[in-house]
């Protein structure tokens, strides 16, 4: 071996070690500090609500125990255009509750099947470390409570859902929501933010104002409804989300899927911050940021000018077609420094 090459191999071996210390830093050791941590005093019922709201932040507070109640529910509600469907939830809604905590909390997670239910339920959730995601130990038939608990090991934009069989029509039915884990500090303050999970619907018709699950549709991956947040029209109107001029905007977005993946992207805004993945590794400028069915992302950008900002799945078809589309309503002052209309003039 001549000397250069010597060298160079020592080089590459540096290189190469260096790279195993920070990953091992930033996955197994973070992970094992979150276990170490102690969730102190009694347990708290936390705070969950439906989309669009978020709980509060957890800012810079220690871990804490809580009590998270969901109950799987199957009830009859609009999809879209006046047409009903039987969607199955977690407390009554598409998506299920937010669930907001911080890295090393500890969860006691009660799941109700409500007694009128037809089938039984359990949930997944992504957040949790261990066999199922919780889904084997929280399998609840209807009528029955079940409990387990969890501690909170790595910080993250979760999605969970329900896995129990038929699992793709557990799913499709609309059984899925988002549960984030702060970091230690929690995360930057901003102005709003806003909870928005997309999902399809594979449907036909049982009655003439009530739609089915249809599982060639869903087979096919083939559906009629592409939505935010369970319902047409679920962000338009008086349901537009809103900011004002010089706000900063977060957006928690998830993908129940059961099959497409989001191509997700607000018109005339460009996302300042992207949590790809919903992970901890930060993207700036992006126009369109991917939500994998089962995955999820936050976005976060400031507004500079008054305007609707149409937030689509640029796979466009579904958004003017089968419903993907929804507004954040920005008021305040123009300016012209950044946008303005009718440059041209004779
Ligand atoms: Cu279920």
């Avoid at 439906?50 to 999809?79: H, M, Q, S, Y």
């Avoid at 409804?225 to 369970?230: I, Q, S």
């Avoid at 004002?244 to 996302?271: A, D, M, Y």
Wanted: with cysteine; proline share 5%; net charge negative.
């Amino acid at each position: 071996m001549t000397y250069k090459l010597f060298v160079s191999s020592l080089l590459l071996a540096f290189i190469i070690a260096g790279c195993k210390t920070n990953t091992s830093d930033s996955q197994g050791v973070s992970a094992d500090k979150a276990i170490a941590m102690v969730a102190e005093g009694k347990a708290e019922v936390a705070e969950v609500t439906e989309a669009p709201n978020v709980p509060k932040p957890v800012g810079d507070r220690a871990p804490k125990k809580f009590i998270v109640n969901l109950e799987t529910t199957e009830t009859v509600g609009e999809i879209a255009d006046g047409k009903q469907y039987t969607f199955w939830t977690f407390n009554n809604h598409v998506p299920g509750s937010f669930i907001r905590l911080r890295v090393g909390d500890e969860v006691e997670l009660h799941l109700k099947n409500a007694a009128n239910s037809v089938l039984p339920h359990n949930i997944d959730l992504h957040a949790v470390t261990g066999p199922g995601g919780g889904a084997e130990a929280t399998t609840a038939v209807p009528g029955q409570e079940a409990v387990f608990t969890f501690k909170a090991l790595n910080p993250g934009l979760y999605v969970y859902h329900c896995a129990a069989p038929p699992v793709p029509m557990h799913i499709a039915n609309g059984m899925y929501g988002l549960i984030l884990v702060e970091p230690e500090g929690g995360l930057k303050k901003v102005d709003r933010e806003y909870y928005i999970m997309q999902g399809e619907f594979y449907t036909k018709a049982k009655t003439d104002s009530l739609l089915e699950f249809d599982n060639d549709k869903g087979n096919e991956e083939n559906p009629d409804y592409v939505l935010f947040n369970g319902k047409k029209g679920s962000l338009l109107g008086k349901n537009m989300i809103e900011a004002k001029v010089g706000e900063t905007v977060r957006l928690f977005v998830g993908n129940g899927g059961p099959n497409l993946v989001s191509s997700f992207h607000v018109i005339g805004e460009i996302f300042d911050n992207v949590y790809t993945e919903g992970g901890t590794v930060v993207n700036h400028n992006v126009q369109t940021t991917i939500i994998p069915s089962g995955g999820a992302a936050i976005v976060e950008f400031k507004v500079d000018v008054p305007g609707e900002y149409v937030l689509v799945d640029h796979s466009i078809f579904r958004a003017f077609n089968k419903g993907a589309i929804g507004k954040l309503k920005v008021t305040g002052n123009e300016n012209e420094k950044v946008f303005k209309k009718g440059g041209a003039k004779k």
